[in-house]
């Protein structure tokens, strides 16, 4: 089952321990206790006339559009010593031969290769949801980040006390990595960078965004493949935060299976970000596009 963690304004949930694929399930509850059923999620549409674009790797559709973002997104990669960047415990090795080819193959050699457990920032396992009010109403208190973990009973408080209880229950053994490559993770150092990084990105995604529809937190869950130290992904994760939208990651940290996943899925070489959306039914890549696209979809338009 799925590991709730909240935080305020957003809720996350990691993979299951089985899941080797890495995959992040975040669920936004449509229904609360005691409503009696399932509530259909609400009606929306792509716009019309609406053509996904055609990916285009390594490159920058919108330049001047683009570029202080990725700047200000580079920066905050920077401040935080690009953790979030790799799986733990991964290592580059060059191949060549028979085991360059059976990379990336359904024999699992390259998840195995890999742990599965994958950082974004203080946790790249994570996903995120709407429910700022949840910490006080299974706690009393409204102290975040909260981590509830169903496979195991337990709940608990405080980032760094999360973290290692992350590492212990889903991580690789101990042997597979260097315990003191996650000190960026922890501590004074930690809080610190990850502000800074905020303050670089303009507090994006910090607060809901005025005019996003009110019935947001009750669409069903978008899916967006990436991971969160990208100069690319950041805007569309921002912008989901800011929209209010439940939305899954599927984690693609380098030595990552889902990015061998992420290609058998849309039969191009690996890019991301990449959005799927099941209450309208668009896939796309491209990140301006994408948040261009979110802003067409779950906002109110002006009057």
């Given amino acids: 089952m799925p590991v709730l963690l909240l935080l305020l304004p957003i809720a996350l949930r990691p993979t299951a321990p089985g899941n080797r694929a890495g995959f992040v399930q975040m669920v936004q509850p449509t229904t609360r206790p005691g409503d009696g059923g399932a509530a259909r999620p609400p009606a929306v549409a792509a716009p019309a006339g609406f053509v996904a674009p055609k990916p285009k790797p390594l490159s920058m559709t919108r330049p001047k559009e683009q570029l202080p973002s990725l700047i200000t997104g580079g920066l905050a990669l920077a401040v935080r010593l690009a953790t979030g960047v790799f799986t733990l415990g991964w290592t580059p090795r060059l191949l060549t031969g028979d085991d360059a080819a059976a990379v990336?193959?359904?024999?699992?050699?390259?998840?195995?290769?890999?742990?599965?457990?994958?950082?974004r920032d203080t946790s790249p396992l994570l996903a995120e949801a709407v429910r700022p009010e949840e910490p006080l109403e299974r706690t009393g208190r409204m102290t975040v980040p909260f981590l509830v973990?169903?496979?195991?009973?337990?709940?608990?408080?405080e980032?760094?006390?999360?973290?290692?209880?992350?590492?212990?229950?889903?991580?690789?053994?101990?042997?597979?990595?260097d315990p003191k490559a996650l000190w960026p993770l922890r501590g004074g150092f930690q809080v610190a960078?990850?502000?800074?990084?905020?303050?670089?990105?303009?507090?994006?995604?910090?607060q809901r965004q005025p005019n996003a529809r009110p019935d947001n937190e009750a669409m069903q869950p978008l899916q967006l493949w990436g991971y969160e130290p990208s100069p690319f992904v950041r805007p569309v994760r921002e912008k989901l935060c800011a929209l209010c939208l439940p939305?899954?990651?599927?984690?693609?940290?380098?030595?990552?299976a889902n990015r061998d996943a992420l290609v058998r899925k849309t039969g191009v070489q690996f890019q991301v970000p990449y959005l799927v959306d099941p209450n309208t039914g668009v896939e796309l890549f491209e990140s301006p596009e994408i948040v261009e696209y979110l802003e067409a979809v779950y906002t109110v338009p002006s009057r």
Avoid: C
């Avoid at 990336?104 to 950082?119: D, H, K, L, Q």
């Avoid at 760094?160 to 990595?177: C, F, H, K, N, Q």
């Avoid at 960078?193 to 303009?202: D, H, K, P, V």
């Fill in 104 to 119: 990336g193959v359904e024999s699992g050699t390259y998840g195995f290769r890999v742990g599965p457990v994958a950082f």
């Fill in 149 to 157: 973990d169903p496979n195991t009973g337990t709940e608990m408080f």
């Fill in 159 to 177: 980032s760094d006390d999360i973290v290692e209880y992350m590492l212990s229950t889903y991580g690789p053994p101990r042997a597979a990595y």
């Fill in 193 to 206: 960078t990850a502000t800074l990084a905020t303050l670089l990105r303009g507090l994006a995604g910090s």
């Fill in 247 to 256: 939305h899954t990651l599927v984690p693609t940290a380098r030595g990552s």
